[in-house]
């Protein structure tokens, strides 16, 4: 078992920034990939970016590609998102996910534990 606990999510003007956090514990193998995903009211859930182990290998949707970055500190078992120039469009549910696949995945049927998840809230 994995349990994630995301937090850092909150209200923010557009062009301001946020960092979610995603703490892990339990089965470390089942963290080799992790990733966040989000979900706007109506939409589907769609992965924003996703990471390995190393943090040699990562993911990011065209969508905030040069805006949002992932990483983790396997030592402090977190993974982070750190969301510059928010735009009102980014607003939606965040979670935090991770499987035990070697590779990564954008589909969410492929992760296998899953955060309660943090809204975001983006202003125009």
């Known amino acids: 078992q994995v349990q994630l606990v995301e937090s850092g999510g909150g209200l923010v003007q557009a062009g301001g920034s946020l960092r979610l956090s995603c703490v892990y514990s339990?089965?470390?193998?089942?963290?080799?990939?992790m990733a966040w995903f989000r979900q706007a009211p109506g939409k589907e859930r769609e992965c924003v970016a996703a990471?390995?182990?190393?943090?040699?290998?990562?993911y990011y949707a065209d969508s905030i590609k040069g805006r949002f970055t992932i990483s983790r500190d396997n030592a402090k078992n977190t993974v982070y998102l750190q969301m510059n120039s928010l735009k009102p469009e980014d607003t939606a549910v965040y979670y935090c996910?991770?499987?035990?696949?070697?590779?990564?995945?954008?589909?969410?049927?492929?992760?296998?534990?899953w955060g309660q998840g943090t809204q975001v809230t983006v202003s125009s």
């Open positions: 339990g089965r470390t193998f089942s963290t080799y990939v």
């Open positions: 996910t991770s499987t035990r696949r070697l590779s990564i995945s954008t589909s969410p049927t492929l992760y296998d534990y």
């Open positions: 990471i390995n182990w190393t943090g040699g290998n990562t």
